[in-house]
């Protein structure tokens, strides 16, 4: 099995932890406010990474540059400007809206990578992403219909954070220590989340806050974002997005839905509509054909 291959099955496993645990955040945030929950969430992350670089690959802080500092800023800024409008455009509009223009960044990607790694756009890339837009659309909607309002402007905002994460991790990835550069943005996402939090949102005093940080379905979200969908998850998609396209990257994230469906379905008693089938068929069928007839690409 070669990397590309590797990397496309890692990128996968990625998609099926944020889909399966979205139901766990989703709790969680009932109790602590969205940003306040990212910078912990975030920070934490970016002290685990931290800590594990410090024990195992100490060398690696030497590595450290301006250049560096200044491109894990700019992927910071995208993923921050990614979870930040995408929790902003929730106040406006509903889930459906939210989850399927979020995933339009699947048809943005391959033009951010055409602009930044002059990556040819397939027949097949277009297949693929169109039938994974398609298939958002049936699995979000269900048939009920779209109306738009200035939530979903906030929403679209998200998608072009998280296409440009998407697209510039490819241009930077191969430049620098995987570890070290998922860590420093890490940390960037969670500055910008706390100084958001400090001036959107209302927390209480530093015993409101230690109650509802020690809530249990607060810490439980914690625990399995702060490691398994953040610091080790981000660390994956840095490492993997040096043997494999961005638009590649951002048809497999098409599947997190998918698990998230499922992940309602088995454990929160949601049904799943046929129409809803038939999109997640289309997103799957989108990720094979992204997978099988993609056009090559050079490992970096």
């Known amino acids: 099995m070669n990397r590309s291959r590797i990397a496309d099955i890692s990128l996968l496993l990625v998609a099926m932890m944020w889909g399966s645990t979205f139901l766990i955040v989703q709790y969680a945030v009932r109790v602590l406010p969205p940003m306040a929950f990212n910078s912990a969430r975030f920070l934490g992350a970016a002290l685990l990474l931290a800590l594990i670089i410090t024990l195992f690959y100490r060398n690696q802080w030497k590595l450290i540059s301006g250049r560096m500092l200044l491109h894990a800023c700019l992927l910071g800024l995208f993923l921050f400007i990614g979870y930040a409008f995408q929790t902003a455009g929730l106040l406006y509009t509903t889930t459906s809206n939210a989850g399927f223009i979020t995933g339009l960044s699947v048809v943005l990607v391959p033009f951010i990578s055409y602009a930044l790694l002059k990556h040819s756009i397939s027949r097949f890339t277009w297949i693929s992403a169109l039938l994974a837009a398609a ?16 939530g979903d402007v906030l929403v679209f905002v998200c998608a072009i954070g998280f296409a440009l994460h998407i697209g510039y991790t490819g241009v930077y990835a191969g430049r620098y220590p995987s570890l070290l550069l998922a860590a420093l943005q890490m940390a960037v996402v969670g500055v910008f989340s706390l100084i958001a939090s400090a001036l959107t949102e209302h927390v209480g005093h530093a015993a409101d806050l230690m109650e509802k940080l020690t809530e249990p379905n607060v810490l439980w979200a914690l625990a399995v974002s702060i490691g398994p969908t953040s610091a080790f998850a981000f660390w994956i998609q840095t490492v993997c997005q040096k043997y494999t396209m961005p638009s590649r990257v951002a048809i497999i994230y098409a599947t997190e839905p998918v698990f998230a469906a499922l992940t309602g379905i088995l454990f929160a008693g949601e049904r799943l509509t046929l129409f809803g089938g038939i999109g997640c068929l289309c997103i799957l069928a989108g990720m094979v054909i992204a997978e099988l007839k993609s056009a090559p690409q050079k490992v970096q």
Do not use: Q, V
């Open 135 to 150: 298939g958002l659309y049936l699995l979000t909607f269900a048939g009920s219909g779209m109306s738009l309002n200035k």
